[in-house]
């Protein structure tokens, strides 16, 4: 059994001068706070493995869980659809059982939705059904292979409280 968590990237400044413009958007100070929280909550989860976006929010979102993990910047998760990032889900070595993704509105939670299968908690189903603000979380349990992942249990979503 492996287990995935979905984390949106924790909230970011509104916008970055320069040539990259919302690629390099960082993160506010409240999304630090905001990322140090969710951290706080996964530092028992066992996380063995972080793919993020390769977004200076998503891997600043990233360094501020405290996880001391290895972050693997993709590319092809900035800003992008469900079945984008589970193409990358779907690379993840197996000696890895439970993995974090951190990405973007609307790939993320459309990812968890996509998975959520009939057995996934209703509770859990019913935070995310109109809302995935950042710095949002969720867990799924993956009764496969990586390489065959396709559906998922949805046991938990937990969105951010306000640091402040």
Do not use: C
Not at 92 to 117: K, N
Not at 151 to 157: E, F, H, I, P, V
Request: hydrophobic residues 45%; without cysteine; aromatic residues 4%.
């Amino acid at each position: 059994m492996r287990t995935l968590h979905l984390l949106r990237h924790a909230e970011a400044q509104w916008q970055s001068p320069g040539p990259d413009g919302d690629h390099a958007r960082p993160l506010s100070a409240r999304g630090v706070a905001q990322a140090r929280g969710v951290g706080a909550a996964l530092r028992d989860a066992g996380v063995e493995l972080i793919l993020a976006s390769s977004a200076t929010r998503t891997l600043q979102t990233a360094e501020a869980l405290g996880l001391r993990v290895p972050v693997w910047s993709r590319d092809e998760i900035y800003n992008a659809g469900a079945n984008s990032i589970l193409q990358q889900l779907l690379t993840v070595p197996d000696g890895f059982s439970r993995v974090l993704v951190v990405g973007h509105a609307p790939g993320i939670p459309a990812l968890a939705h996509l998975l959520a299968d009939n057995s996934s908690d209703a509770a859990a189903k019913s935070t995310i059904a109109f809302r995935y603000p950042p710095a949002t979380l969720t867990t799924l349990t993956v009764h496969t292979l990586w390489s065959k992942l396709r559906a998922a249990t949805l046991t938990s979503a937990r969105i951010a409280s306000d640091p402040g």
